[in-house]
């Protein structure tokens, strides 16, 4: 199984420890982001990891080549300053033809996750990893469901309505990974294309395809958007 790791970004809400490093190359508890990823994914069934680069990419490619955990490689995307992620996702396209495992180069998370992930029993072609609380905020990608599976995804949704979140960490089959790529060259033709997320794309698949889920409740994952994620960071990795 492969895994992709968005790790395009600067991350300019956690300047300045990343003024001149991604955050995927921020330290937490000794380990880079990128490399507590790597640790994880290596007690999983996974055999090729592709870190996809944009900012600091000479900094990924050091951890990249340094670390022991799994196989992996780096891709740069060129236009990183210019895209979201779904330009990243875009520029990775060619590496998506078989079954993969999509993971926001932020999203921290335990093997136990991933696990789940892949041993989640459904007939859809894409199937996002989620988690629930009591009170969302402006910057999750939240999720109204119909049934089991998934109607809407976006951050503007209305809270009184939502019934989960995205962790950043979805599976494609390969008839997913076609419909993926199918809808990321439609988008990216778009004038907006360079400026949504690469959620957007599930969306529009889930109006005629089924998205599942897989709710990770009681497992433990955090994103890392600011400097008080990173203190939360910091505790949940002390139980890996």
């Known amino acids: 199984m492969k895994a992709i790791i968005l790790s395009a970004g600067q991350g300019k809400r956690l300047l300045p420890l990343t003024a001149k490093q991604p955050k995927a190359a921020i330290k937490i508890k000794g380990k880079s982001v990128l490399e507590w990823q790597l640790q994880e994914l ?54 998506m033809e078989m079954p993969f495992i999509l993971i926001n180069g932020d999203t921290l998370f335990e093997a136990g996750i991933v696990r789940e992930l892949l041993g989640s029993k459904n007939d859809s072609k894409i199937t996002l990893v989620t ?70 794309a599930i969306n529009a698949i889930a109006q005629s395809h089924k998205v599942a889920t897989c709710p990770i409740d009681g497992l433990h994952w955090c994103e890392i958007d600011s400097h008080e994620d990173l203190e939360i960071a910091e505790e949940k990795v002390a139980t890996w």
């Open 42 to 95: 290596s007690k999983c069934a996974i055999e090729d990891v592709l870190v996809v680069t944009g900012f600091g990419a000479d900094k990924i490619d050091s951890i990249v080549r340094k670390q022991n955990f799994v196989t992996a490689r780096t891709l740069y995307n060129p236009f990183y300053l210019q895209s979201d992620n779904l330009g990243t996702c875009w520029i990775a396209r060619h590496e």
């Open 131 to 200: 988690d629930s609380k009591d009170i969302y905020d402006d910057d999750d990608m939240k999720i109204i469901l119909e049934k089991d599976h998934i109607s809407k995804i976006g951050k503007t949704i209305d809270r009184s309505k939502v019934d989960a979140e995205s962790i950043g960490m979805m599976y494609f089959s390969a008839k997913g990974s076609s419909a993926f790529i199918e809808q990321l060259n439609t988008m990216m033709r778009a004038d907006s294309g360079l400026q949504k997320w690469y959620l957007s």
